[in-house]
């Protein structure tokens, strides 16, 4: 068994943490959905790039996902809707395996992430408005915690520690890089 194939098994025996979180009462929730991919040459994970012109987070490499609107019934449902909504990938072709600890963003949100496996075949059909580009890197390289970084940045003029990573010249950072992070930390 490969390190991948080793990380699905230990997370897939998990147990669910549900939709519970503490959160600060001024965040908004969301939810994203990591999409693993299984290829002849080993999984991979799928990422959008935000279009540029987006007023937040332009250009911003990301995972499929969003703000939980009032007619979604669950923050599952929230990440499956918006993936469809940016990717056009219909809910059935996604198997949620599990839901990774939620976080704060900078931004005002509280990301609650939903690890699932992209079913084959599928076609991507990016919503142009909010997708610049659809790309894959593989699980492997996201899973060695040695191609992480910590980086200072700048915020309403305070300085925040964030974490960031670059694989086959995608730069990822922030909550999506946190995430990564977590994955490689507990899994990989």
Known sequence: M???DHFLSRFMLQ?????QSSKAPETRDAAVIIPLISRAEGWSVLFTQRSWQLRHHPGQVCFPGGRKDTSDTSLQMTGLRELEEELG????????????TGGQTLSGYHIHPYLARLHHPFTVSP????VEAVFELPLELLLDTSNYQSLIIQRNNKPHKIIGLTVDNWFIWGA????LYQLAKQYG
């Open 2 to 4: 490969n390190r991948t």
């Open 15 to 19: 147990k669910h943490h549900g939709e």
């Open 89 to 100: 990938i219909p809910s059935h072709q996604i198997q949620i395996i599990g839901e990774l």
């Open 127 to 130: 919503a142009k408005a909010e």
């Open 176 to 179: 999506t890089a946190k995430m």
